[in-house]
């Protein structure tokens, strides 16, 4: 079987339907399947569950709201270290679960990215 890490968009809408923002998650699910497709099937059956269960009591602004599943944004098959086979061997210290590409401006929007604040740039998918 194959290791991957699922990219899952989860959101919190109120129940009434008004806000002027809606928070978006993007969660990261590790799983293990038989192919890309297993993999999908199963992970957003999971999303559909975790939203369910956090959705129990749930409160956006003091107003009832709700977990939605909004989709799988992407799928990535993990890469085990050099010289370790990622269908034989589980994920290990130093596996690579995801990455991200941008692009940015310059040599300052990368120091800005790595210290943690905020920039423009352009996500690559």
Do not use: H
Request: hydrophobic share 40%.
């Amino acid at each position: 079987m194959t290791w991957y890490v699922a990219s899952v968009i989860m959101s919190i809408r109120r129940k009434d339907g008004r806000q002027k923002n809606i928070p978006v998650y993007e969660n990261f699910i590790l799983i293990e399947e038989e192919s890309c497709e297993q993999a999908i099937s199963k992970v957003k059956d999971m999303a559909v569950e975790e939203a369910r269960i956090a959705s129990e009591g749930l409160t956006l602004n003091d107003k009832p709201a709700y977990m939605f599943f909004e989709g799988v944004r992407k799928l990535i098959k993990i890469s085990n270290p050099p010289n370790i086979d990622l269908d034989a061997v589980p994920p290990v210290s130093g596996t690579e679960l995801t990455y991200s590409e941008y692009l940015v401006k310059n040599k300052k929007q990368i120091k800005k990215l790595v210290q943690g604040k905020s920039i423009k740039l352009k996500y690559i998918d």
